[in-house]
């Protein structure tokens, strides 16, 4: 499978090479197989939507070439070469995985190529050599978003339980972040591990403290775990989590106990129902209509979008950056880089971007909604 | 820690541990026929809660190409070792055992599942589906090296399980997956509610584990499955056949890890790489009971579920530490091998 996209991609090059040079040339790297298939399919698709939204600034036709990292950080740091040495590719997008995103921000960095994020990355850049940016929402900010929303419901003591792995310590931080004197006061630690038969021990304990909400720090099916013993127990207090936990499986596996759940998540996720003066509302449709048109599938998912939010900060980029220089060079890469870092309030479908160079991430809390699961359907909840 | 959380935990600890308990007498079974211990069993549990719930959602299951695989390559290699030996007169009798069989299993299912099976049926089509899987890796794998130290066949089986962890991504997907209960009764037992899926998972381990010592014990070809555990060449001298009993092995093993899996389909959210977890967790109930007695296996596993459901309690990110220190003063009670008391066991 690998072979063969490397291969239409080189012939693809080859052709392209001979014909026209003022293409500019985009290297998308995305994982189709290996255990990040199941988010790095939807963020091919989305690609392909955006394509479909948007094939060509200001009269330059967009070449895309996508190739498959199989989920495996040196796979991609080949990829990334290739793309940049053979392929001459003017920017890089990419990829599913957050070790592999980082392995290719390495390598953009050392070729001095713009890089657009579509997986959190974590860190400081050095703002003198900054190559690349990050388009998700860091997961400080998913978290705070929840626990804002906590205050507003007058919660005071919080239960916590969450995977324990990293993503678990990362929620759990956050919510001790805003606990304060007077409000919010999280109680609990505990954790369980993907693969669990079982929480009832952990969630005794949440239940033990007698909590007025419990935030769940899982993701996937998974995080339906404690939801479903938090049910079995009778728990009639509110519950909160993160955009992790949203899926079509989660809904699936949660049913009933997961009713009335409330998760942070960005706005393209209930695009329907926002106000039709939310900066995401007309892009998010769009953005469906394309994905449809693009994959004939309609979109169930949030990764997907973030390609799209990529390609919207690529196409504003460029059309300032094809006013001082010309594609396939040296100076074009640098401009592109320059006005990436550039962005002013750029809307996407899943937030307004401001760059600047120093950090990965510019996004602020209009990127985030909260959400409420009612009957297996997410709505939004201003 | 109050009387009624006591209570929850214990109960909560006996349904995780009869699970556990089905897996460890599975590979405690395997073990004394085959000296092989067979890490994937847990493995087989989780493919067959996939299995069943790719069947619920009337979808060919992954695991008719994984058996289809496994048959040709099983079939192939007893055919050519039947060539080389010049018995020619048994090669149809291995094609029909060995890729026939699980073929027309294949077709059974295929068919059937045109018709909308009602659940029962379904669970009876995954359990088809999973038996072969075994006898046909222990044709491929275990049995060239049949008479290999028991350290070469745990490393083998260490392999074979991570080549079918590869294998269930391929076949399953990376998505989890959780059936329909079985049942939505409930009882009340002294003011705790439990639930039917309890109850169910706990008669299946006891039945299973009298079966099995009633097998073993009064049974001819129980008797022949331990005379070959004890002594492969005097067992053939006897008019055994190693090679058959260990197929007989593995098929009711894996009957028992698919039953376990099941059973947990319902209660717990199952990936294709969830079996590795059960399978080590039921290792270790198989170690407390020596990896020889059945009803020590039984309650080593049960053991594990209750200390498990405890820890979680206690301390919750220190929950597998906890169980897998267990092995240690286990196997020094067991290395030192001196008379042993019951409380150890317990604690």
Request: glycine letters at 10%.
């Amino acid at each position: 499978m690998r072979k063969m996209l490397s291969l239409t991609a080189l012939i693809g090059g080859l052709v392209a090479a001979s014909t026209a040079q003022a293409d500019i040339t985009i290297g998308f790297v995305t994982s189709l197989s290996g255990p990040g298939a199941s988010i790095g399919i939807p963020y091919g698709r989305g690609i392909q939507a955006a394509m479909e939204y948007k094939s060509e600034v200001n009269g330059e036709k967009i070449k895309l070439i996508q190739l498959d990292d199989g989920s495996d950080p040196s796979a991609a740091t080949r990829n990334a070469r290739k793309l940049i040495e053979e392929e001459k590719v003017d920017l890089l997008i990419g990829t599913a995985t957050a070790p592999s995103t980082i392995a290719m921000m390495a390598v953009a960095t050392e070729l001095k190529v713009p890089m657009i994020a579509v997986s959190p990355v974590i860190g400081q850049p050095n703002p003198a050599d900054q190559w690349g940016i990050s388009v998700p929402q860091p997961a400080s900010l998913l978290v705070k978003v929840v626990a804002d929303r906590m205050k507003r419901d007058a919660m005071k003591n919080i239960g916590y339980i969450g995977f324990s792995d990293a993503w678990g310590d990362l929620v759990y931080n956050g919510a001790k972040a805003v606990e304060t004197e007077d409000g919010i006061k999280v109680l609990t630690n505990e954790r369980y591990a993907r693969v669990d038969t079982s929480v009832t021990g952990q969630i005794l304990k949440v239940l033990a403290v007698r909590p007025d909400a419990v935030l769940i720090g899982g993701s996937g099916t998974q995080g339906a775990l404690p939801l479903l013993a938090l049910g079995e127990r009778g728990f009639k207090g509110k519950t909160y989590g993160t955009v992790a936990l949203v899926n079509p499986d989660f809904v699936r596996v949660g049913g009933k106990a997961a009713e009335g759940i409330q998760v942070s998540a960005g706005p393209v996720i209930v695009a329907e129902q926002l106000p039709d003066n939310h900066f995401a509302k007309k892009l998010a449709l769009d953005f469906r209509a394309a994905f449809l048109k693009a994959n004939n599938v309609p979109t169930t998912d949030g990764f997907s979008a973030y390609s799209f939010d990529g390609w919207r900060i690529f196409t504003s980029a460029a059309e300032r950056a094809l006013k001082t220089a010309k594609p396939g060079t040296v100076e074009f890469r640098k401009a592109m880089r320059d006005e990436i870092l550039n962005t002013k309030e750029l809307s996407g479908v899943h937030a307004v971007y401001n760059f600047k160079a120093g950090a990965y991430h510019g996004v602020d809390e209009r990127a985030l909604v909260i959400v409420r699961l009612n009957n297996g359907a997410w709505t939004y909840e201003p | 820690m109050t009387a009624d959380i006591a209570a929850i935990l214990a109960i909560d600890g006996i349904a995780t541990g009869a699970v556990y308990a089905l897996v460890a007498i599975g590979t405690v079974l395997i073990f004394t026929v085959t000296r092989v211990i067979f890490i994937p069993f847990g493995d087989i549990a989780a493919f067959t809660a996939l299995t069943l719930a790719a069947l619920d959602a009337r979808q060919l299951p992954g695991t008719v190409g994984l058996v289809v695989v496994l048959a040709c390559m099983a079939c192939a290699m007893e055919v050519v070792s039947l060539a080389r030996a010049g018995e020619f007169r048994a090669v149809p009798k291995a094609v029909l055992g060995y890729l026939v069989l699980p073929l027309i299993v294949v077709g059974i299912v295929w068919l059937t599942m045109r018709f909308n099976p009602p659940m029962p049926v379904r669970i009876v089509l995954a359990l088809l589906l999973i038996m072969p899987i075994s006898p046909l890796l222990d044709r491929i794998v275990f049995r060239p090296i049949a008479d290999a130290s028991v350290l070469l066949l745990l490393t083998v089986s260490v392999a074979l399980h991570f080549a079918l962890v590869g294998l269930g991504l391929l076949f399953f997907g990376p998505e989890g997956v959780r059936t329909e209960p079985l049942t939505s009764m409930a009882i009340e037992i002294a003011g705790v509610h439990v639930s039917g899926q309890t109850v169910l998972i706990l008669a299946a381990a006891l039945v299973f584990s009298g079966l099995l010592f009633l097998f073993f014990d009064f049974t001819l070809v129980g008797k022949a499955l331990r005379a070959t555990a004890l002594n492969r060449t005097g067992a053939r001298l006897m008019g055994i056949r190693p090679a058959r009993a260990g197929t007989i092995a593995y098929l009711l093993g894996s009957l028992m890890a698919g039953v376990s899996g099941i059973l947990i389909a319902p209660v717990n959210t199952i990936f294709y790489d969830s079996g590795f977890l059960l399978g080590l967790k039921a290792f270790v109930g198989a170690i407390v009971g020596g990896m020889a007695s059945y009803p020590g296996a039984a309650l080593g596993a049960f053991g594990v579920g209750i200390i498990e459901s405890f820890a979680s309690f206690q301390s919750s990110t220190l929950k597998d530490v906890i169980v897998f220190s267990l092995l240690i003063p286990v196997l020094l009670w067991r290395s030192l091998a001196s008379q042993h008391s019951e409380e150890e066991v317990e604690e």
